[in-house]
């Protein structure tokens, strides 16, 4: 499990001199028990394998490396679009030594067709761990074309030559922001979870597609707690959108563990979502970080409310009302059971959404997916005018 330090006292730039460090362990901030799984089959599901992991210079992708090569796989695919990530990555892998695993990192974009279909042709992996994607809601909701471009049409691009190239497994990292979407970037998951239903139907797809939501990850790059232990190390006002903003939080290890476990036992057309036990008040979550400081909220520390970001809403949900699911053998994982989807439907409306996104004009972009997303309505967006726009089109 990951640590984080906090700083006793604030240092000058570049002085390190007296730094006295407070070490606080993640598992801290999360009211409940860490969870594991039984690693017996995950080796037997991993072992002599050619895996492939997408977003491999990321948080998740370089924990799912980690893990993965724990369990001797014949092939390993790095894939990762930040060539700087990829350069970290050989360094980290020169510290592992994986004399088992043929290892190879590749600085390729998903999106790309010819240099994805030269490495599946080339490799042929048997399991892809897809974990690419732009993940930022704010960002996303104000670059509608990236979150399409990256998330829905590199996912799309993965999951057909998949089929290409008969890989027995693809394992697709989701998120709870999918469920009801508010925002483009949940939107965007939420279209790949369809197109990737639409493929377990076709019966020329050997390929089995498995779906995994689970919500924020602590700790990742660019998320709120290395946010928070740099503000409190500055002894800088806590940064936060609304005092009743709740999430559901998981550690990066437990998410990769999942990862795996979903790939292990999951079938065609399933998604598995976590227990990630009740979701977290982030003002509560600020407060007890400022604590484990040994500081004072509203005295060393103040809280201050930004307002929430675009995209956002104040709960996330794991599953839709309509959302048949079960629980497994596993007490914390719940198989959902999605919508049936139609693969000439849905064919047709990434057609549309192609041509919206020729034109470059993101409010076409995102009307086209709410078309394919109904569900999808915009919070604290400017694109909350299409869905009026819906809904006057209804009253005529």
Same mark, same amino acid.
């Given at each position: 499990?990951?640590?984080?330090?906090?700083?006793?006292?604030?240092?000058?730039?570049?002085?390190?001199?007296?730094?006295?460090?407070?070490?606080?362990?993640?598992?801290?901030?999360? @009211?409940?028990?860490?969870?594991?799984?039984?690693?017996?089959?995950?080796?037997?599901?991993?072992?002599?394998?050619?895996?492939?992991?997408?977003?491999?210079?990321?948080?998740?992708?370089?924990?799912?490396?980690?893990?993965?090569?724990?369990?001797?796989?014949?092939?390993?695919?790095?894939?990762?679009?930040?060539?700087?990530?990829?350069?970290?990555?050989?360094?980290?892998?020169?510290?592992?030594?994986?004399?088992?695993? @043929?290892?190879?990192?590749?600085?390729?974009?998903?999106?790309?067709?010819?240099?994805?279909?030269?490495?599946?042709?080339?490799?042929?992996?048997?399991?892809?761990?897809?974990?690419?994607?732009?993940?930022?809601?704010?960002?996303?909701?104000?670059?509608?074309?990236?979150?399409?471009?990256?998330?829905?049409?590199?996912?799309?691009?993965?999951?057909?030559?998949?089929?290409?190239?008969?890989?027995?497994?693809?394992?697709?990292?989701?998120? @709870?922001?999918?469920?009801?979407?508010?925002?483009?970037?949940?939107?965007?998951?939420?279209?790949?979870?369809?197109?990737?239903?639409?493929?377990?139907?076709?019966?020329?797809?050997?390929?089995?597609?498995?779906?995994?939501?689970?919500?924020?990850?602590?700790?990742?790059?660019?998320?709120?707690?290395?946010l928070f232990v740099k503000q409190i190390n500055d002894r800088a006002s806590?940064?936060?959108?609304?005092?009743?903003?709740?999430?559901?939080?998981?550690?990066?290890?437990?998410?990769?563990?999942?990862?795996?476990?979903?790939?292990?036992?999951?079938?065609?057309?399933?998604?598995?979502?976590?227990?990630?036990?009740?979701?977290?008040?982030?003002?509560?979550?600020?407060?007890?970080?400022?604590?484990?400081?040994?500081?004072?909220?509203?005295?060393?520390?103040?809280?201050?409310?930004?307002?929430?970001?675009?995209?956002?809403?104040?709960?996330?949900?794991?599953?839709?009302?309509?959302?048949?699911?079960?629980?497994?053998?596993?007490?914390?994982?719940?198989?959902?059971?999605?919508?049936?989807?139609?693969?000439?439907?849905?064919?047709?409306?990434?057609?549309?959404?192609?041509?919206?996104?020729?034109?470059?004009?993101?409010?076409?972009?995102?009307?086209?997916?709410?078309?394919?997303?109904?569900?999808?309505?915009?919070?604290?967006?400017?694109?909350?005018?299409?869905?009026?726009?819906?809904?006057?089109?209804?009253?005529?």
């Amino acid at each position: 499990m990951a640590d984080f330090l906090f700083s006793k006292t604030p240092t000058p730039e570049n002085d390190f001199h007296g730094h006295q460090p407070l070490k606080f362990n993640m598992a801290d901030l999360l @009211d409940r028990e860490m969870i594991d799984f039984d690693k017996g089959n995950i080796n037997a599901f991993i072992k002599g394998r050619k895996i492939m992991i997408t977003g491999a210079a990321g948080s998740i992708g370089k924990e799912l490396m980690r893990q993965i090569i724990a369990f001797k796989p014949k092939q390993l695919l790095l894939i990762d679009s930040n060539e700087s990530g990829i350069y970290e990555l050989d360094a980290l892998l020169r510290e592992i030594s994986p004399d088992e695993t @043929d290892v190879q990192t590749m600085p390729a974009n998903v999106t790309d067709n010819h240099r994805m279909m030269h490495i599946f042709k080339k490799y042929r992996p048997q399991v892809i761990f897809h974990a690419a994607a732009n993940k930022h809601v704010p960002i996303m909701e104000k670059h509608p074309y990236e979150a399409i471009r990256n998330n829905i049409f590199g996912t799309k691009l993965l999951a057909d030559l998949s089929v290409m190239y008969k890989a027995e497994k693809f394992i697709f990292v989701s998120t @709870d922001k999918a469920v009801n979407p508010s925002g483009v970037m949940g939107a965007s998951k939420r279209v790949c979870e369809m197109y990737l239903q639409s493929l377990n139907d076709k019966p020329v797809a050997k390929t089995r597609f498995v779906t995994i939501r689970f919500g924020n990850v602590l700790g990742t790059q660019g998320s709120v707690l290395p946010l928070f232990v740099k503000q409190i190390n500055d002894r800088a006002s806590l940064t936060l959108t609304h005092p009743e903003m709740t999430r559901y939080f998981i550690t990066v290890q437990e998410a990769c563990l999942l990862v795996l476990e979903a790939g292990t036992v999951g079938q065609a057309g399933e998604v598995f979502v976590f227990d990630m036990g009740e979701p977290v008040v982030i003002k509560n979550m600020a407060e007890k970080l400022i604590g484990l400081a040994g500081l004072t909220t509203g005295i060393d520390i103040k809280l201050t409310y930004t307002g929430l970001r675009p995209g956002e809403k104040l709960l996330e949900e794991r599953l839709r009302n309509d959302e048949a699911h079960r629980v497994t053998r596993h007490a914390k994982i719940t198989i959902a059971f999605l919508r049936p989807v139609c693969s000439h439907t849905i064919s047709s409306l990434l057609q549309l959404l192609e041509q919206a996104m020729e034109t470059g004009d993101d409010d076409k972009m995102v009307a086209v997916l709410k078309e394919v997303v109904p569900e999808y309505i915009s919070n604290n967006s400017p694109f909350e005018k299409l869905d009026s726009m819906k809904k006057e089109n209804i009253r005529v």
